[in-house]
T-cell receptor
Framework: DSGVTQTPKHLITATGQRVTLRCSPR?????VYWYQQSLDQGLQFLIQ???????AKGNILERFSAQQFPDLHSELNLSSLELGDSALYFC???????????????FGEGSRLTVL | AQRVTQPEKLLSVFKGAPVELKCNYS??????LFWYVQYSRQRLQLLLR??SRESIKGFTADLNKGETSFHLKKPFAQEEDSAMYYC????????????FGSGTQLTVLP
């Protein structure tokens, strides 16, 4: 499967802990986007990387950080976790850069984080 | 700032009935609007975009700039249309970002 892959699918942890979510974009896609999906707020854009560089930031907390590596996979690091961080975290990719983005994103299946 | 509002979290219709999923937006520039869909156990995927003026799986959506709306419509709903639907707005300019609404869960009853 050459689609967007995310690991882990499910993660349960305790408050105050730190987790790392991993995403591999579709083959050939240079842009990676992270979204948080919660019951109350729908899909919230967190951050975008293009070819290893941060390109756009959304509603990402300071406790969260991300990076994109030379092989184009990306990691989202969530630290000092709180109960409210429980959500489904999606990664998406697109082939073009920020300026040429046409609006079509290819999503992974998501990583469901539960903070107890 | 851009905003997308989907006023209905849940919407239920009977099979064969018309369905309309509402979407309103707020954006000062020239918007491009999209509908994304997530069927059960499938990934979120693009359903249609307003600039292509296409009908996908019987769904259409018209951009109404006067009412700042982009409602998704289908004249005869099918059970397989049951899914989560997200309206999204793509901003113009050099930083083109996709902003999603909160989504509407559509259930088509038999």
């Amino acid at each position: 499967d050459s689609g967007v892959t995310q690991t882990p699918k499910h993660l349960i942890t305790a408050t105050g802990q730190r987790v790392t979510l991993r995403c591999s974009p579709r083959s050939g896609d240079l842009s990676v986007y992270w979204y948080q999906q919660s019951l109350d707020q729908g899909l919230q854009f967190l951050i975008q990387y293009y070819n290893g560089e941060e390109r756009a930031k959304g509603n990402i907390l300071e406790r969260f950080s991300a990076q994109q590596f030379p092989d184009l996979h990306s990691e989202l690091n969530l630290s000092s976790l709180e109960l409210g961080d429980s959500a489904l975290y999606f990664c998406a990719s697109s082939v073009v850069s920020l300026e040429g983005f046409t609006g079509e994103l290819f999503f992974g299946e998501g990583s469901r984080l539960t903070v107890l | 700032a851009q905003r997308v509002t989907q006023p209905e979290k849940l919407l239920s219709v009977f099979k064969g009935a018309p369905v309309e999923l509402k979407c309103n937006y707020s954006y000062s520039g020239s918007p491009e609007l999209f509908w994304y869909v997530q069927y059960s156990r499938q990934r979120l995927q693009l359903l249609l975009r307003h600039i292509s003026r296409e009908s996908i799986k019987g769904f259409t959506a018209d951009l109404n700039k006067g009412e700042t709306s982009f409602h998704l419509k289908k004249p005869f709903a099918q059970e397989e249309d049951s899914a989560m639907y997200y309206c999204a707005l793509l901003s113009s300019g050099s930083a083109r970002q996709l902003t999603f609404g909160s989504g509407t869960q559509l259930t088509v009853l038999p």
